[in-house]
């Protein structure tokens, strides 16, 4: 086979082209405030210590959200526009809760003009790669990958011949490589195409990749293996969520008493509603919520549905918001719960569900959390078909576990509290 054409050089720039957009950027956030801001100067002697803190806040708050959304990038439904506003408002109230603490000089005109730069900035730069760089793929249409071109993110192209023509500027092929379909031709073509350089992926691969879902039911025994989460991970993960807790106290328990008394106010009833749910390694604990329903829909266990007339008025805003889910705090402390891990399951749901989900079990190889991937990613779950897909999400970060996803799905809930995305 000749090449015709170099595959894959369309985005062989995008890494460089990133780097330089990034310094650029910095340099416009950083120094365009300076120039039109009164009492700002661009010679640095004239600094002062309010302007050094000032310009790190901003400084620092771009270079770690560019790093955010490098590493994030090759995450599932981190290619939005907007992807970088929850990572910008995460790291700029870190850092100015930061300076507060440690009592600095600030300019609040600069901190703030140069949030809004950053944001346009970001905003402008995902539009610029998303418009020019969209992925494009190549796929064989055999075995499980005979509908890859379904899957939504990237272009697709099909092949129906091993012809290097047919390749176009692709910037990988997709495949079932494990499907007796695949003749000698298409494996001698496939195997062509990586010492050329280009990317052979196999379907499921992709399938996780786009999606952010591990498929249950195609699981084999040796995928396993790759279910099994770090436990000096896990222990790091409990002090370190613990710590965050207690340091974030000042803020939540205020609102956690002001909830409380319209809970109080609204009907008169029990504040919390505290029931057992199944845990780490299938151990059931007494889970903590701010009770949202009316007391007479505390006991019919069934799930929520939209518009449900069960939930009372606070309830519907506080569900909105997460706030009834702070209680939980306590559950993390115990050590009971993660801030981010798969939903803590009723037990009779939990009990259906191993019968009706192969491997479902294997959930409770990570303690449950207040947040996870499938909350964030698909929200809550209105029947059979809708809780194979938040299992499946749930399989992707056991699979997946690390403090980066975590640190994800923490921005993400973010953009869920101020959305109301899958809140019921």
């Not at 640095?44 to 560019?66: E, K, Y």
């Not at 760089?133 to 697709?156: E, H, M, N, S």
């Not at 091993?162 to 692709?170: L, S, W």
Request: hydrophobic share 45%; charged share 15%.
């Amino acid at each position: 086979m000749r090449r015709s054409r170099t595959l894959g050089a369309r985005r062989s720039n995008v890494p460089l082209l990133g780097w330089i957009a990034a310094c650029c950027g910095l340099a416009v956030v950083a120094v365009l405030p300076m120039a039109v801001l009164p009492g700002w100067s661009l010679w640095p002697a004239q600094f002062t210590l309010i302007h050094w803190t000032s310009c790190a806040v901003v400084a620092l708050s771009f270079v770690l959200v560019a790093v955010g959304l490098r590493v994030f990038g090759g995450f599932p439904g981190e290619r939005s526009v907007l992807a970088a506003i929850p990572l910008l408002l995460g790291w700029y109230g870190a850092l100015v809760v930061l300076v507060l603490v440690l009592r600095l000089p600030y300019s609040i005109a600069y901190i703030a003009t140069g949030f809004t730069l950053s944001i346009a900035w970001f905003v402008a730069w995902s539009m610029y790669v998303q418009n020019v760089y969209k992925l494009k793929f190549a796929f064989v249409p055999l075995g499980r990958a005979v509908q890859a071109d379904q899957l939504q993110g990237v272009d697709w192209v099909r092949l129906d011949v091993p012809a290097p023509e047919g390749v176009g500027a692709a910037d990988g092929i997709v495949a079932d490589l494990h499907s007796p379909e695949l003749s000698d031709q298409w494996q001698a073509f496939l195997a062509w195409c990586s010492l050329q350089h280009l990317p052979v992926y196999n379907i499921r691969q992709v399938e996780e990749s786009l999606t952010g879902r591990v498929k249950i039911r195609h699981m084999y025994e040796n995928d396993l293996g790759s279910l099994l989460p770090s436990h000096i991970y896990m222990a790091v993960k409990y002090v370190f969520e613990s710590l965050l807790i207690i340091v974030s106290l000042p803020l939540t328990l205020p609102l956690m008493l002001l909830t409380a008394l319209l809970i109080k106010l609204d009907d008169g009833g029990k504040v919390f509603f505290n029931q057992e749910r199944v845990g780490y390694r299938g151990e059931p604990f007494l889970m903590y919520k701010f009770r949202s329903m009316t007391e007479s829909g505390l006991n019919q266990q069934q799930t929520t549905a939209h518009g449900d007339t069960r939930v009372t008025r606070v309830g519907r805003t506080i569900r909105k918001l997460r706030i009834d889910e702070l209680p939980q705090f306590l559950n993390v402390i115990k050590g009971e719960m993660s801030l981010i891990g798969p939903r803590a399951e009723y037990k009779k749901f939990a009990d259906e569900l191993e019968q009706q989900v192969p491997f479902y079990q294997y959930r409770h190889i990570v303690k449950p959390g207040i947040s996870g991937w499938a909350q964030v990613m698909h929200g809550y779950a209105t029947g059979a078909e809708e809780t194979q897909v938040k299992i499946e999400h749930d399989f992707y970060y056991i699979k997946h576990f690390s403090f980066w996803l975590d640190l994800l799905i923490i921005f993400k809930t973010i953009r869920t509290m101020l959305t109301g995305f899958g809140a019921r």
